[in-house]
């Protein structure tokens, strides 16, 4: 008899990648590298060179991984220190609001006439935040990053000049406090600065303040002329994500994520140009990409030159060999040498070991694929949750995936609906989602346009959004998250590499959704719509 695990032994990861290396131990680090599967469009050197510095693709294709995974990798192979910041755990709400301020009053610094709040420029509050954790990493590890001369002392001096903000701010190390453009600087920098050679541009008599664009123009300058040394720092930004919940503060948000971009883009052409050993790599969602495109200045080209978007779906082949099977096949193999079994390791065996031929009549790996959105975050959601509802099994047999297929598809929902969170509210996805309840699937444009208009009066949230967006705006959208595909000659999801909808033609509800939301369906159009 042949000895398998029960699937309450397996490691299949956990749907939000930081959370797999909470405690970074060496075991944990050992078991995500073995576990991990790397996209085929992906090619790691271009990154660890500088050559490109963002990563993009939609929730749950696996960017956070991706970055945890370079970062165990530049730290092995090429001894380079690494630091994360999260902008949307690390950067809370009122560090939003200072940088919000900080661009006010520097715009007004820079023009004494009627001061524009409505066209924010973040791109000094930016470069400072980088200036200022590029310091704090070095000097807190005490790194050799750049040669620790003159020009250092001078660097460093200048960065750390200003007076620090409230010790309650969760960026309290790295912004300065500002007053109507200017930072107070530390007492006793005079006697350093005259030291050094360093001069400010005082807005006062009493030399004490600076305005903040002439000191980040003072920090860049002296930035370039480090002299760099030999070790490494690579510093990992991740979850730039948006919400729609108060209009001014989503605006706000679109430019603070447009102007990282560019501040990011600048380190990284700067540091590649002088030869330092700096390197700013970022993961940016597909859907707060789309919106942020839309707040002026141009990113998409830096984006298309210095980007990568992580691509899983597969053009031909065998659909066994489909990479998000792979992903499974590498972790259920990590655990059996975990449990020191020694079992044919071939993909097919780890494969029959644990998974039926087929389910609800269709093989099993197709079945799994259509089940999800051909994303890593997805697939591991699915066995996750088979996994708690039946720990002791040792395969996930048709019972199995049966029982869990509501509950998946109520999680499915939920994770749509924060996709959609970048440009609807509450209340308009409301609206979506009762629009779309109870549908005959699948159905065409003209369909769901008279369903949406015969029911907005009993459903004022219905009402509202179409007030507010047009039937066929919110159709494409809802196909960017994977809300909706096309179906019929062929099916087409904008996870499959289709970019956009086509209303022309007929319109399906993902399968994974049909359960949570009550879809009526053509069982005799079953193989045609598949998701």
């Given amino acids: 008899m042949e000895i398998k695990l029960q699937l309450s032994d397996l490691y299949l990861g956990n749907i939000d990648a930081k959370h797999e290396l909470l405690s970074n131990t060496e075991d944990e680090r050992i078991r995500f590298k073995d576990s991990f599967f790397m996209p085929e469009n992906i090619i790691l050197n271009d990154y660890f060179d500088g050559r490109k510095f963002f990563v993009t693709g939609l929730k749950g294709t696996g960017k956070t991984a991706l970055l945890r995974y370079m970062a165990i990798n530049v730290e092995n192979e090429l001894n380079a220190q690494t630091s994360f910041v999260l902008f949307k755990s690390d950067i809370k709400e009122q560090d939003r609001k200072d940088f919000s ?40 590890r005490n790194l050799t990053i750049f040669e620790n001369d003159k020009n250092w002392k001078r660097y460093s001096t200048c960065i750390k000049a200003p007076k620090l ?79 729609l919940g108060v209009t001014k503060q989503y605006i706000r948000d679109k430019k603070l994520i447009r ?40 990113i998409n080209k830096i984006i298309s030159d210095f980007g990568t978007p992580i691509v899983w779906h597969q053009s031909g082949g065998n659909i066994s060999n489909h990479p998000i099977l792979q992903i499974i096949l590498k972790r259920i193999l990590a655990s059996e040498k975990i449990h020191d079994l020694n079992l044919d390791d071939s993909y097919e065996a780890i494969w029959n070991r644990y998974f039926p031929t087929k389910i609800q009549n269709e093989e099993t790996p197709r079945y799994i694929l259509h089940l999800t959105w051909y994303r890593p975050r997805d697939v591991i959601r699915l066995l996750n949750l088979a996994q708690k509802q039946h720990p002791k099994a040792t395969k996930f047999t048709h019972q199995v995936f049966d029982d869990v297929r509501k509950h998946y598809s109520t999680e499915s929902w939920v994770e749509l609906s924060e996709e959609l969170r970048a440009i609807y509210n509450e209340r308009e996805i409301s609206g979506i989602k ?18 949406a208009e015969s029911i907005r009066e009993m459903y004022s949230e219905v009402d509202v959004l179409l007030e507010r967006h047009k039937i066929g705006e919110i159709l494409s959208y809802a196909y960017r998250v994977g809300l909706l595909g096309n179906t019929g000659e062929k099916v087409r999801f904008a996870h499959r590499g289709d970019d956009e909808i086509l209303l022309e033609k007929t319109i399906m509800i993902h399968r994974a959704l049909w359960a949570s939301l009550s879809i009526e369906h053509n069982t005799q159009k079953l193989q045609k719509t598949r998701g």
């Fill in 101 to 140: 301020k900080a661009a006010r009053t520097v715009v007004a610094n820079n023009n004494s006439e009627k001061m524009d709040t409505t066209d924010n420029d973040y791109e000094d509050v930016w470069r400072w935040f980088i200036h200022r954790q590029i310091v704090e990493v070095i000097e807190s």
């Fill in 165 to 243: 903000g409230d010790e309650e701010s969760g960026i309290k190390k790295l912004f300065p406090k500002l007053k109507r453009g200017n930072v107070e600087l530390n007492a006793g920098l005079d006697g350093v600065s005259g030291t050094l050679g360093l001069e400010f541009d005082w807005e006062d008599n009493n030399q004490t303040k600076v305005s903040f664009s002439s000191l980040v123009k003072q920090a860049d300058n002296l930035f370039e002329r480090l002299v760099s040394s030999n070790e490494k720092l690579f510093i990992f930004l991740d979850e730039l994500e948006l919400t």
């Fill in 259 to 298: 102007d990282l971009i560019i501040a990011i883009n600048d380190f990284n052409i700067k540091c590649r140009k002088k030869r330092y050993n700096i390197y700013i790599i970022s993961a940016i969602r597909s859907e707060v990409l789309t919106a942020v495109e839309s707040s002026g200045k141009e």
């Fill in 434 to 451: 009762r629009m779309i309840y109870g549908i005959k699937n699948p159905f065409t444009f003209n369909n769901i346009r008279k369903h």
